[in-house]
């Protein structure tokens, strides 16, 4: 037995004297329900203190003053209250109109006898009486009386009926919901401190609460430590006072309550009470160098110390909340350091720091430490094929970078002008679409920025076509070689008209690129014999870059004179091509004289000339 037990002190309270506060309405006789046309008298029972002639009573939806006690004959709802008291719980009354009712006690706490009456209206006498409860029997009686079932608990609530047989007939009554109460719920054991100093007073107290329809139960306390009592014998009293504890007084304590004249006896929960010595005080957790945001690689050093404790003290390390300590030491010194030498960022994380002497444990402030990651370079890319686009097109701009912390700034140039900014504050990319014009035509490139570092992409050349310019360019270009044959063609009619008209032929210039001599200048003895007639073509360019012309010779007459000719394309020849017919006079002519060709002549000598258009 420690030393201190001589000087405990049990101080006299009344564990269940709050209750007296609260007054109770008693009703009689004690059964539910009663049959229609009897009386049944309330009493508000309250401290003997208390001024019966200030009485309230609750009933028909509102509060009366009137006498104590009330007789009432109709049911419902009912209420007191006392000056300078609580109000009481209800009490609801009921007036049955059947044959057969089975009462029981308003009120059944545990440890009570519980008494049950199947009753009949005229009080005849019944006979084959059956008691039920939840639907299944559970007594039988051959006729009228009490049933009597000693030390009830909580496995008594439920529904109970009766059946029972008369002289004529057998009846069953309603049921009734029994509902067995607490006589004090399980104590609470209470300390003024679980962890206190050395050579410090302590006050131990067992609480627990009686109804106040039993408020004149007597309840004994008792107390133990790690399983032995630590007063001999039940004492009235529900508060322990220990004038000094000391370190080896530490353990588990609970206590008990029991009620003297009932078997009831319920066990509080148990409390650990750990005395120490020097408990370590005033933790402090430091940053070097002194900021939360540092950047992978740099070195980060985190002190954990305290101000005061004795005995070696264990320092913890905690990252994230885990309970797990991530680094743990013991030693002897108020200080301990978490060093980074270079600081990576899956060491990014909540730290706190725990210090512990086997006495108690205290914790210091969270610190968040944001490891950041400079931005890589950052690719630039176009959803234009091969760097080509036409007006109109929904071009994608996307920059991303495979590294960095977010958010990220990224910038959009075109020509070094900004034309975009999007912050990313989750994710590495920016993107946006953009309906492209002539005026995007250009090189572009994209800027990361996380305030930390900035890069710049390579640089990318955009071409944005117009098809609209280019269907107006080729359309003038072939509308201007349509125009030039026209004038070509009217100028053949003319030259045709005026070498008919005088028999003779117009011969121009010969050409310096291919020149063709006559057969009888060509200095072979021997004469050339006749031949088929055969086109010759000859390739010139004029001043109109658009038309290509061609000199027409006749092997039999030599050179043809040439004209501008006008270009009509033929049925189903190629559009490139443009031809032109030639009507030539044959020289071997003798008469002279004019002579009329009809169209069967004019169709047998014919020569062309290939006109190219683009």
Not at 257 to 264: D, F, G, L
Not at 392 to 402: A, K, N, P, Y
Not at 574 to 589: L, Q
């Amino acid at each position: 037995m420690l030393l201190w037990i001589s000087l405990l002190i049990l101080v006299s309270v009344d564990g269940q004297a709050p209750a007296a506060k609260k007054v109770v309405v008693i009703p009689s006789p004690p059964w539910t329900p009663v049959f229609k046309g009897e009386k049944v008298t309330l009493t508000c029972n309250g401290s003997h203190l208390l001024d019966p002639k200030q009485l309230w009573w609750f009933y028909e939806k509102g509060w009366q003053k009137s006498s104590n006690p009330l007789e009432v004959t109709k049911g419902g709802e009912y209420r007191c209250e006392m000056e300078y008291s609580s109000i009481s719980d209800p009490v609801y009354l009921v007036f049955s109109n059947n044959v057969l009712i089975l009462q029981t006690p308003y009120y059944v706490f545990e440890g009570d006898k519980l008494l049950l009456r199947c009753r009949e209206r005229n009080d005849i006498k019944l006979t084959r009486i059956s008691y039920f409860k939840d639907k299944k029997v559970f007594h039988y009686v051959s006729e009228n009386s009490v049933l009597s079932i000693p030390d009830v608990n909580s496995d008594y609530s439920g529904l109970y009926y009766c059946k029972a047989k008369n002289k004529q007939h057998q009846y069953t009554s309603e049921e009734v919901k029994l509902q067995v109460q607490e006589l004090f719920p399980p104590p609470k054991l209470k300390t003024t401190t679980s962890q206190p100093t050395e050579g410090t007073p302590v006050t131990l107290s067992c609480e627990t609460q009686l109804p106040p329809q039993r408020s004149d139960t007597k309840l004994h306390f008792s107390f133990f430590r790690d399983d032995r009592v630590i007063v001999s014998d039940w004492k009235e009293s529900q508060v322990l006072q220990i004038p000094a504890i000391w370190r080896e007084d530490s353990g588990s304590y609970w206590c008990e309550a029991k009620a003297v004249t009932q078997n009831i006896q319920k066990q509080s929960n148990h409390m650990k009470i750990s005395v120490k010595r020097i408990p370590v005080s005033g933790i402090l957790l430091e940053i070097q160098p002194p900021k939360t945001q540092v950047i992978e690689g740099e070195k980060l050093v985190l002190t954990c110390s305290v101000a005061k404790g004795t005995g070696n003290i264990t320092f913890c390390w905690h990252k994230n909340a885990t309970k797990d300590c991530l680094r743990k030491k013991t030693q002897s010194s108020l200080k301990e350091e978490l060093m980074f030498s270079t600081i990576k960022k899956s060491d990014e994380g909540s730290y706190q720091c725990a210090a512990d002497n086997n006495i108690s444990t205290i914790f210091s402030r969270t610190v968040v430490i944001s490891v950041m990651i400079p931005v890589s370079h950052p690719l630039l890319t176009l959803s234009a094929v091969g760097m080509q686009a036409a007006v109109g097109e929904v071009l994608e701009f996307r920059c991303e970078v495979l590294e960095g912390s977010a958010p990220i700034f990224y910038q959009f140039y075109h020509k070094g002008l900004v034309v975009k900014t999007i912050l990313a504050l989750f994710g590495d990319v920016a993107s946006f679409n953009l309906s492209v014009t002539t005026e995007h035509s250009g090189n572009y490139y994209c800027e990361a920025n996380n305030s930390f570092s900035s890069q710049f992409s390579e640089m990318l050349e955009l071409s944005i076509s117009d098809p609209a310019e280019r269907s107006l360019l080729i359309i003038g270009g072939t509308v201007a070689s349509l125009s030039i044959s026209g004038l070509a063609a009217v100028a053949l009619l003319v030259y045709f008209k005026l070498k008919r008209k005088s028999g003779g032929s117009l011969v121009p210039e010969l050409s310096r690129d291919q020149p063709i001599t006559d057969p009888q200048e060509s200095g072979h003895s021997k004469s050339i014999p006749p031949v088929e007639q055969q086109p010759i073509y000859d390739n010139v360019t004029p001043f109109v870059e658009d038309v290509v012309y061609s000199e027409v010779w006749d092997m039999n007459q030599g050179k043809i004179n040439r004209e501008d000719t006008s270009e009509t394309p033929p049925e189903d020849k190629d559009d490139s091509v443009m031809y032109s017919e030639v009507k030539t006079y044959s020289p071997d002519d003798s008469t002279g004289k004019d002579r009329a060709m009809d169209k069967n002549h004019e169709d047998d000598i014919e020569n062309y000339e290939n006109v190219l258009t683009l």
